[in-house]
């Protein structure tokens, strides 16, 4: 798994010389997704080491759940457009913060409620009033 990420990254590395350069830049737009990508790489690594330091080792078999999150995050992305960011952003939060919670029901279901509404705002601030971008309206917008 470590090679086949560090392969990807090596090829969206390089992708990211494509990218448009201006003059009045102090860092290109290139920069937060190459660092991103080293650390990444940096990772896969580790996950290279890591499994070469300990032999004799079987390699553990990716999880149902790891498979239910991931087709949870596709479904968020190829929702969010016709739904909407505000709709759909703090029921996904909700179902995974659920998911993943281990308190007894009463309490999950609040601590669910409060993380969904917490990360919502926080994400909301962060890119429309913070960066200046424009969300997804979906069912809310025109």
């Given at each position: 798994?470590?090679?086949?990420?560090?392969?990807?990254?090596?090829?969206?590395?390089?992708?990211?010389?494509?990218?448009?350069?201006?003059?009045?830049?102090?860092?290109?737009?290139?920069?937060w997704p190459r660092?991103?990508l080293l650390i990444?790489?940096?990772?896969?690594?580790?996950?290279?080491?890591?499994?070469?330091?300990?032999?004799?080792k079987q390699a553990?078999?990716?999880?149902?759940?790891?498979?239910?999150?991931?087709?949870?995050?596709?479904?968020?992305?190829?929702?969010?457009?016709?739904?909407?960011?505000?709709?759909?952003?703090?029921?996904?939060?909700?179902?995974?913060?659920?998911?993943?919670?281990?308190?007894?029901?009463?309490?999950?279901?609040?601590?669910?409620?409060?993380?969904?509404?917490?990360?919502?705002?926080?994400?909301?601030?962060?890119?429309?009033?913070?960066?200046?971008?424009?969300?997804?309206?979906?069912?809310?917008?025109?």
């Amino acid at each position: 798994m470590g090679i086949a990420v560090l392969v990807l990254c090596g090829v969206l590395f390089a992708d990211t010389f494509t990218f448009r350069k201006t003059e009045w830049e102090l860092l290109s737009m290139a920069f937060w997704p190459r660092l991103l990508l080293l650390i990444l790489a940096g990772l896969a690594i580790y996950l290279i080491a890591k499994g070469n330091l300990e032999p004799g080792k079987q390699a553990e078999p990716l999880a149902k759940k790891a498979f239910l999150a991931a087709a949870g995050g596709f479904a968020y992305v190829l929702l969010l457009k016709p739904v909407g960011f505000l709709i759909l952003t703090p029921i996904f939060i909700w179902v995974f913060s659920y998911w993943i919670s281990r308190r007894d029901w009463p309490w999950r279901l609040l601590e669910s409620g409060i993380t969904a509404v917490v990360g919502t705002l926080a994400i909301y601030g962060l890119f429309v009033l913070g960066l200046k971008l424009i969300l997804p309206s979906g069912l809310l917008g025109g």
